[in-house]
């Protein structure tokens, strides 16, 4: 069974650029996940799908950071424009359903802003 | 209050030696608790989950969880120098409610 994938798996910018990353979740994962992990913490979740709709986005920065989920399976996350504080690793994880069920991460995007 | 609370670490301990890890949580409705380990540059992946009261255990790792006191721990057995990592606890309040905790940074010295 084929795990999350994430691309790209670094990306440099310059602050005020944007930037888009893109997940695809495990194959009939319902739920997916949008993490930012700043180094030496654990990761914030920024905006949760069941399917293609939204069922929390309360710590998602929405004057620069939107997030969508197509027909229920690919996801991208985009930052613009980018601020310094936006360099973290942009992880994605996906589970079967809600929240009682274990969730499996990608290798996550690494953002640097310069 | 932190919603999900964890040492930060490092916790160091010998090779051999039981590693004990804990948690604890303020929402009283979380039904669902999970640990995960996370090597340096790498993401999550999960090691144990538990639902109710109790010990679980699965090789050198037992999840204990008491709700009463609203703390959940992990203990690794035989600590090995590979154990060497920050162990994430996560607490699920229902459906759509999961939060990590920030980590707690294990060494096994060798």
């Known amino acids: 069974e084929a795990g999350v994938a994430q691309s790209p798996r670094y990306k440099i910018i310059e602050k005020r650029q944007s930037v888009a990353f893109w997940c695809n979740p495990i194959s009939g994962h319902a739920t997916l996940y949008w993490y930012q992990q700043i180094l030496g913490q654990g990761p914030k979740l920024l905006i949760q799908f069941q399917n293609n709709g939204v069922v929390d986005d309360s710590q998602l920065p929405k004057d620069r950071f939107s997030a969508e989920r197509l027909k229920g399976v690919d996801s991208t996350l985009k930052i613009q424009p980018a601020k310094l504080e936006d360099s973290a690793v942009y992880l994605c994880a996906s589970s079967l359903a809600g929240g009682t069920y274990e969730q499996y991460f990608g290798p996550g995007t690494r953002l640097t802003v310069t | 209050q932190k919603e999900v609370e964890q040492n930060s670490g490092p916790l160091s301990v010998p090779e051999g030696a039981i590693a004990s890890l804990n948690c604890t949580y303020s929402d009283r409705g979380s039904q669902s608790f999970f640990w995960y380990r996370q090597y340096s540059g790498k993401s999550p992946e999960l090691i144990m989950f538990?639902?109710?009261?109790g010990d679980k255990e699965d090789g050198r790792f037992t999840a204990q969880l008491n709700k009463a006191s609203q703390y959940v721990s992990l203990l690794i057995r035989d600590s090995q120098p590979s154990d060497s990592a920050t162990y994430l606890c996560?607490?699920?309040?229902?459906?759509?409610?999961?939060?990590f905790g920030t980590g707690t940074r294990l060494k096994v010295l060798a």
């Open positions: 996560a607490v699920s309040s229902g459906t759509y409610k999961y939060i």
């Open positions: 538990i639902y109710s009261n």
